[in-house]
C-alpha cells in the first residue's frame, strides 16, 4: 500500500464537533510520490473541508497511536 487513512466518526455528543486529522512526527516515511504523513494530513484536511460543511478543528500531531506510528507507509487519522 502506499497510503494509510483510517476515518473515524466521531460520536461524543454536541459539544464536540468538526473534522481534525492526525499523524505522527514519529513516521517520516515517503511513499513512491514523496508524501510524507504530515503533508498528506494538511491536503486531506483542506479537501474534507471544501466538501462538508464542519468545524475545522485542524491538522494535530498524535505519536500515540500505532496506526499512524507503525506503518511503513504515511498515515492518517481522521475525525468528524
Known sequence: ADLFIS???NSFG?????TETYYSAKNT??????ITSKELA??????IQNVI???NRG????????VLTHTNMPAILIET
Not at 14 to 18: C, I, R, V
Not at 42 to 47: E, F, G, I, S, V
Not at 59 to 66: C, D, H, I, Y
Request: aromatic content about 4%; cysteine-free.
Open 7 to 9: 476515518i473515524h466518526l
Open 14 to 18: 454536541s459539544s464536540a464537533n468538526g
Open 29 to 34: 516515511n515517503k511513499n513512491d510520490w514523496g
Open 42 to 47: 494538511n491536503r486531506m484536511q483542506k479537501a
Open 53 to 55: 460543511n464542519r468545524q
Open 59 to 66: 491538522v494535530k500531531v498524535n505519536s500515540n497511536l500505532a
